[in-house]
């Protein structure tokens, strides 16, 4: 196994990454551990042995890099292990993978490979995860500086602080090549996750890494009492219930309008006038519980 770190995260922990090696080593695993600083120690690391199981040690933005990485190489083939380490966790939530790092150890000796989906843009950028335009993007700006000091707190907060500053964007969405909304909007979001933000928010109850479908979940809670009923609600999955929310399932979304950030997994990135997102189902394989765990 290689374990890949991002060695300049806040939430790098070299003394919990050691414990893990050891654990995986004991029972007799080779480990090589790779603390990855500049952009290419990862394609060194997975130049150097094309066979292992790659192993993030890390967040959410952790596990998008590797699986990114490989998806530019076409080396999806490679089974991939997640440690999670960072703030939110959101896909080790999602599928169950333990939260405790020599947990999750254990679960990558006697876990079995699942496929899992992808969400592609247009430039080829992998999403795991989540993608957040409008308000999503700016709570996870907001987000970052009090990430160190509050943890999975931060995303609440920051979402706060970006609706508060924020009143919406003036949008045109299709879904599968036909329009579905358009007008000045809170978020759009496109998921194959149910949790988001560290669990603090079900962004889609019914979504799941590997069925093999997008979720587009669209507000226009623009006004201030509608954005804090809508955030409310947002914590136990019941906005899309909301008669200014729209939820819909399909395999290919395009956004574009006023200027707008995306959020990728937690990594923001834009201005943009213009994205689209494709659906590449079972695409990666994730060592994780069964589906009936």
Same mark, same amino acid.
């Not at 969405?173 to 149910?194: C, H, S, Y």
């Not at 509608?226 to 999955?237: M, N, P, T, V």
């Given at each position: 196994?290689?374990?890949?770190?991002?060695?300049?995260?806040?939430?790098?922990?070299?003394?919990?990454?050691?414990?893990?090696?050891?654990?995986?080593?004991?029972?007799?695993?080779?480990?090589?551990?790779?603390?990855?600083?500049?952009?290419?120690?990862?394609?060194?690391?997975?130049?150097?042995?094309?066979?292992?199981?790659?192993?993030?040690?890390?967040?959410?933005?952790?596990?998008?890099?590797?699986?990114?990485?490989?998806?530019?190489?076409?080396?999806?083939?490679?089974?991939?292990?997640?440690?999670?380490?960072?703030?939110?966790?959101?896909?080790?939530?999602?599928?169950?993978?333990?939260?405790?790092?020599?947990?999750?150890?254990?679960?990558?000796?006697?876990?079995?490979?699942?496929?899992?989906?992808?969400?592609?843009?247009?430039?080829?950028?992998?999403?795991?995860?989540?993608?957040?335009?409008?308000?999503?993007?700016?709570?996870?700006?907001?987000?970052?500086?009090?990430?160190?000091?509050?943890?999975?707190?931060?995303?609440?907060?920051?979402?706060?602080?970006?609706?508060?500053?924020?009143?919406?964007?003036?949008?045109?969405?299709?879904?599968?090549?036909?329009?579905?909304?358009?007008?000045?909007?809170?978020?759009?979001?496109?998921?194959?996750?149910?949790?988001?933000? +560290?669990?603090?928010?079900?962004?889609?109850?019914?979504? *799941? $890494? %590997?069925?093999? /479908? &997008?979720?587009?979940?669209?507000? @226009? #809670?623009?006004?201030?009492?509608?954005?804090?009923?809508?955030?409310?609600?947002?914590?136990?999955?019941?906005?899309?219930?909301?008669?200014?929310?729209?939820?819909?399932?399909?395999?290919?979304?395009?956004?574009?309008?006023?200027?707008?950030?995306?959020?990728?997994?937690?990594?923001?990135? +834009?201005?943009?006038?213009?994205?689209?997102?494709?659906? *590449? $189902? %079972?695409?990666? /394989? &994730?060592?994780?519980?069964?589906? @009936? #765990?």
């Amino acid at each position: 196994m290689i374990l890949f770190t991002n060695a300049k995260a806040g939430t790098h922990d070299a003394e919990t990454l050691d414990r893990v090696a050891g654990l995986l080593r004991d029972a007799g695993r080779e480990v090589t551990v790779c603390p990855c600083v500049e952009s290419g120690d990862l394609d060194e690391a997975l130049d150097k042995d094309r066979k292992a199981v790659v192993v993030a040690a890390g967040g959410d933005g952790s596990i998008n890099r590797l699986v990114g990485t490989l998806h530019r190489r076409g080396e999806l083939d490679r089974t991939v292990g997640l440690v999670p380490m960072g703030t939110g966790n959101d896909l080790a939530r999602n599928l169950g993978i333990p939260l405790d790092p020599q947990e999750a150890a254990r679960l990558l000796l006697d876990g079995g490979p699942r496929e899992l989906d992808m969400i592609v843009d247009e430039d080829g950028r992998a999403t795991l995860n989540a993608v957040h335009v409008g308000i999503g993007a700016s709570a996870a700006q907001s987000a970052t500086r009090f990430k160190s000091r509050l943890g999975p707190a931060a995303f609440p907060v920051g979402a706060v602080l970006a609706g508060v500053r924020h009143s919406g964007w003036r949008l045109r969405i299709k879904a599968d090549g036909e329009q579905v909304a358009e007008g000045r909007f809170l978020m759009a979001a496109i998921t194959n996750a149910p949790g988001i933000a +560290g669990g603090s928010a079900q962004l889609a109850t019914d979504a *799941h $890494p %590997g069925d093999g /479908r &997008l979720e587009l979940v669209v507000s @226009a #809670a623009t006004g201030p009492i509608a954005r804090i009923a809508y955030a409310l609600r947002l914590r136990d999955g019941s906005h899309r219930y909301r008669d200014d929310v729209l939820h819909t399932t399909a395999c290919e979304v395009t956004i574009s309008g006023q200027e707008f950030r995306v959020n990728s997994d937690g990594e923001v990135s +834009g201005p943009y006038t213009s994205r689209t997102w494709t659906l *590449h $189902p %079972g695409a990666w /394989r &994730l060592i994780a519980p069964s589906k @009936a #765990a």
